[in-house]
T-cell receptor
Framework: DTGVSQDPRHKITKRGQNVTFRCDPI?????LYWYRQTLGQGPEFLTY????????KSRLLSDRFSAERPKGSFSTLEIQRTEQGDSAMYLC???????????????FGEGSRLTVL | EDQVTQSPEALRLQEGESSSLNCSYT??????LFWYRQDPGKGPEFLFT???AGEEKEKERLKATLTKKESFLHITAPKPEDSATYLC??????????FGTGTRLQVFP
């Protein structure tokens, strides 16, 4: 396994358009996280899944944002009616959460950079 | 509310000049403190996890230590390839990580 994969790596769009990002986690990982990072800031939590269940959403995740993980494998993050303030790096991470094993490390992908014009 | 503060924001070192980065935290019940390295335009790369005060971990020129209120990332004899942003994070009780804003390290030859 080569790690967490994200697609596309870069996306430039016009304000008002919809965009979708895809994340493929490390294959044996059951947890998947989405973070957003702007220049000079640390990653900010958006949401996470355990298998196909979305367990937590940040208040940063407005109703224009929706995330899915339909079969507990890959995930998509869709932003509707994009705004210039949505310009950021969108990071996906995965981890393994077992009944007895939960070391907590997240393994990140390379990110999807969104620019809204 | 869980909070992570990193200092300094930026650090410039001469090659071979050792130094330390600081991460202070407030969290209700520490369940892990994490250090990551991030290169420009890339995702964070996991370095260390520390779980309890007094714990130390090392990797090449990096050594992470933990007290009850802060963690330090010591860099011994850094090289230019150590230049990156170093991020600290704590684990929330819902298992998400809460990150600081990072320290941007530049090492000059």
């Amino acid at each position: 396994d080569t790690g967490v994969s994200q697609d596309p790596r870069h996306k430039i769009t016009k304000r008002g358009q919809n965009v979708t990002f895809r994340c493929d986690p490390i294959s044996e990982h059951n947890r998947l996280y989405w973070y957003r990072q702007t220049l000079g800031q640390g990653p900010e939590f958006l949401t996470y899944f355990q298998n196909e269940a979305q367990l937590e959403k940040s208040r940063l995740l407005s109703d224009r944002f929706s995330a899915e993980r339909p079969k507990g494998s890959f995930s998509t993050l869709e932003i509707q009616r994009t705004e210039q303030g949505d310009s950021a790096m969108y990071l996906c991470a995965s981890s393994w959460r077992g009944d007895k094993t939960n070391t907590g490390e997240l393994f990140f992908g390379e990110g999807s950079r969104l620019t809204v014009l | 509310e869980d909070q992570v503060t990193q200092s300094p924001e930026a650090l410039r070192l001469q090659e071979g000049e050792s130094s330390s980065l600081n991460c202070s935290y407030t969290v209700s019940g520490l369940r892990g403190l994490f250090w990551y390295r991030q290169d420009p335009g890339k995702g964070p790369e996991f370095l260390f996890t520390l779980y309890s005060a007094g714990e130390e971990k090392e990797k090449e020129r990096l050594k992470a230590t933990l007290t009850k209120k802060e963690s330090f990332l010591h860099i011994t004899a850094p090289k230019p390839e150590d230049s990156a942003t170093y991020l600290c994070a704590v684990r929330h009780n819902t298992d998400k990580l809460i990150f600081g804003t990072g320290t941007r390290l530049q090492v000059f030859p």
